[in-house]
């Protein structure tokens, strides 16, 4: 009797805990807390001087020693990473305390996207400040980084000195080179990117700091006729760049920076550019199935559509999301699989273009609206765990910043 009542209270223990796996809180997105959070991320990563209204407890000044190869101030700016997670082996893990500005200035164009569209949002749920903050932080950078009109520094600190280093970004003691394009050693993808990044942080500073604003345009004037006039691979005049950020073209930044000083200005000079950019480096040819630094494709023909609005543009964006959203290889739960590095990244920033897509017209916008939901609330836990450190179901709980 007394074995038989042991095999059910096993069998029972056993049955809960089966019911405990499958048990999962009912899935209710928070979108304001995470807009919240994910703008903290952008504070932790900040190098350089930090102002008194720094939320972030646990990072003090870093890097202010950074400087040109004459001595500019260089100082501020975003870390690339203050870990490498993709190259920790057998729990050895790799810092990066660089400060990359092709991936910088891409990151801080979208962010801008994000508000000069969704103002209204960032707005409502009181991080409209907060984000302007994040934009500055790196704008005020690219500013020192635009040492003289046809000079931009493109990267600050080296893989070899920060893989010698363990330690915190605030106690950081090597020599910190910094690498440039100029007239002999061009960058087109690099100016442009950066010149696209000064147009959109134009746009949104326009109703904000009149003054910044029209500083910010007068860089991303100056850098695109540099990026146009000057051609070249970035990843040609510094080379360690191209390990960790590799461009392969540089006609999509030529023609995302044209497109971005379209919308800044309004000068159809700049969207003749555009489209002749467009044409000249046979972009319609691509058919890509990603949107990241490398790949702006159907960032340029969500552009295209809305300057210009021909069909040609906006079948391409709408083929780009039916196939994202119909045919592109998933994660068994349904998320995107477009790389294993940044599989996260990647998808937002495919549910980021398709809600643009969704504003244009003729779209089947519910179904890129769903879409896009789907993707971010996969990210959010709504398959089982939530991957934003610090909200929703079973998020990760000992992220490693070094800074900690
Ligand atoms: C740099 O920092 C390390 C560890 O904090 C220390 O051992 C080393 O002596 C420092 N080097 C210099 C040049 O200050
Ligand atoms: C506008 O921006 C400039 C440059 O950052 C700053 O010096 C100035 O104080 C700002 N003006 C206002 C009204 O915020
Ligand atoms: C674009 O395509 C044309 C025709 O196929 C080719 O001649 C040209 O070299 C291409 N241009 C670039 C920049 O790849």
């Given amino acids: 009797m007394s074995k038989i009542k042991t095999i059910f209270t096993i069998l029972f223990s056993l049955l809960t805990i089966n019911v405990g796996c499958f048990y999962l809180p009912e899935f209710k997105p928070n979108y304001k807390e995470v807009l919240k959070l994910s703008l903290l991320f952008y504070e932790s990563q900040r190098s350089g001087k930090l102002p008194s209204n720094n939320r972030i407890k646990w990072r003090g000044d870093s890097a202010l020693e950074d400087k040109g190869v004459n001595g500019e101030d260089l100082t501020g700016g975003y870390y690339d990473a203050v870990i ?34 969704y103002k209204d949002a960032y707005e409502e749920v009181g991080q409209y400040s907060q984000v302007l903050d994040a934009i500055k932080w790196s704008t005020d950078y690219f500013i020192k980084c635009h040492a003289s009109p046809k000079e931009l520094y493109g990267q600050v600190g080296d893989f070899s000195t920060d893989h010698a280093f363990w330690g915190r970004p605030e106690e950081m003691n090597m020599t910190r080179p910094a690498y440039k394009i100029d007239v002999d050693h061009p960058g087109s993808d690099l100016a442009g990117e950066a010149s696209a990044l000064f147009s959109s942080a134009s746009v949104v500073f326009r109703d904000v700091n009149k003054s910044y604003s029209t500083k910010l345009l007068k860089h991303a004037i100056e850098l695109y006729d540099f990026a146009n006039t000057y051609r070249g691979l970035y990843q040609e005049v510094i080379p360690g760049a191209k390990q960790y950020y590799e461009s392969t073209s540089y006609g999509d930044e030529l023609t995302w920076a044209a497109l971005w000083l379209f919308k800044a200005t309004q000068d159809s000079k700049y969207s003749k550019d555009a489209e ?43 083929q780009f999301c039916d196939n994202s959203a119909d045919n592109q290889l998933r994660t068994p739960k349904g998320l995107l699989y477009i790389d294993k590095f940044g599989t996260l990244s990647h998808a937002a920033n495919i ?54």
């Avoid at 993709?86 to 990151?107: D, G, H, N, P, Q």
Wanted: proline share 4%; hydrophobic share 40%.
């Fill in 84 to 117: 490498d997670l993709y190259r920790c082996v057998m729990m050895i893990c790799l810092v990066i305390f660089v400060k990359f500005s092709f991936t910088m200035a891409f990151t801080t164009t979208i962010l801008s996207w994000g508000v000069i569209e």
């Fill in 276 to 318: 002749k950019y467009y044409r000249e480096f046979n972009i319609s040819q691509e058919i890509p199935n990603s949107f990241f630094y490398n790949k702006k494709v159907v960032g340029l023909q969500i552009l295209l559509a809305e300057s210009i609005g021909s069909d040609e543009y906006s079948d391409a964006v709408g």
């Fill in 351 to 404: 549910a980021f273009a398709c809600l643009r897509v969704a504003d244009l017209p003729q779209m089947p916008s519910e179904k890129y609206i769903d879409f896009a939901k789907e993707q971010i609330d996969y990210i959010l836990g709504a398959k089982g765990r939530s991957f934003v450190v610090g909200y929703g179901y079973n998020f990760p709980k000992r992220p490693y910043h070094s800074a900690r």
